[in-house]
């Protein structure tokens, strides 16, 4: 290629010359500097960094430690004066009988009721978004009322539906000439009344992320479908359902997360009874912790329950991850 040559080549050689050198080109500004730039960034995020570590890292690391410890009511004023026991706190907890009990009723809690629950949002989603034309709004915030209603209120109202004498039920059972059961003072019927509860409670959170999911699918395949003579079902099990997987895979994490940190309503409902039917892991914890001052059991069945719910979350994004492949 030919060199510029001219009096417009020599003017830009001479203004070359005079630059002086480190001089960045016209028209280009200089760039921060990068610890600046990070020190910016640094100082918006102090407020979020010190609360964060103040009421949550702290408390997860103290949690931990009191664990491999003997941390009672009398080392709240003097923690380090706790002695250390090592791995006694989790040995003594899978030798604990009621603990068993404990673990068995959160898994039964949420085996039956993940399922039921993330079941009926999809049903109640395709309802909502397909088959009703006419007060859509209406119903989609009345399934979703339940989940921005006080947990502890909503305990309450149902412990009076269910109350074998002067409740909701009972006075229905009477009218139809029968007598309703005890529902929360009967082993059998104890846990699936605390079950049935919470499906109604979170049936609106999975509701409305299976609406979100369907609105989001393209309306040409299911167009395609229907020219294809596909009917409801098969549209349903062909064309929605599988592009539903990760929105099903978020709804089933969280559902289960919430299943098996489960407090709320046996605490109100039934307190663990009757004969411990309905006593979970976090009421468990609860009673150890802050009714007997076992700090350091409690927080030892504290990291159980964390473990186990990891390994159940990251055994649902495997399975459910390869099945969208």
Do not use: C
């Amino acid at each position: 290629m030919p060199l510029a040559t001219g009096p417009a080549a020599d003017q830009a050689s001479a203004v070359k010359k005079t630059r002086p050198a480190g001089t960045p080109p016209r028209g280009v500004r200089g760039r921060r500097p990068a610890g600046r730039h990070n020190l910016h960034g640094w100082l918006f995020s102090a407020p979020f960094l010190t609360l964060f570590a103040v009421f949550m890292l702290f408390p997860i690391v103290a949690t931990l430690l009191m664990s491999f410890t003997d941390f009672g009511a009398r080392h709240v004023t003097r923690p380090l004066e706790a002695e250390f026991v090592g791995l006694d706190n989790y040995v003594e907890l899978f030798a604990d009988d009621k603990f068993r009990t404990a673990l068995f009723n959160t898994a039964y809690f949420v085996v039956v009721g993940v399922p039921v629950t993330v079941l009926l949002g999809l049903l109640v989603a395709v309802l909502l978004n397909n088959g009703i034309d006419r007060a859509r709004t209406f119903f989609r915030v009345g399934f979703y009322a339940p989940v921005v209603t006080a947990i502890v209120a909503v305990a309450v109202v149902w412990r009076f539906v269910l109350d074998p004498s002067d409740g909701l039920v009972a006075g229905l059972a009477t009218e139809l000439g029968t007598n309703a059961p005890d529902f929360l003072g009967s082993e059998t019927w104890a846990m699936p009344s605390l079950i049935a509860m919470a499906v109604w409670r979170n049936l609106g959170t999975v509701m409305v992320l299976f609406i979100a999911g369907l609105q989001a699918i393209p309306t040409d395949v299911r167009e395609a479908a229907r020219l294809d003579g596909a009917g409801a079902w098969q549209e349903l099990r062909r064309i929605t359902v599988p592009l539903l997987r990760p929105t099903m895979l978020y709804a089933t994490v969280i559902t289960t997360i919430g299943y098996l940190n489960v407090f709320e309503e046996p605490f109100v409902m039934t307190q663990g009874g009757p004969s411990d039917a309905t006593l979970t892991v976090s009421l468990d914890m609860y009673r150890e912790g802050f009714n007997f001052f076992h700090m350091g059991y409690a927080s030892a069945m504290a990291y159980v329950l964390f473990v186990v719910i990891m390994g159940v979350t990251v055994l649902q994004l495997r399975l459910l991850k390869d099945n969208t492949r």
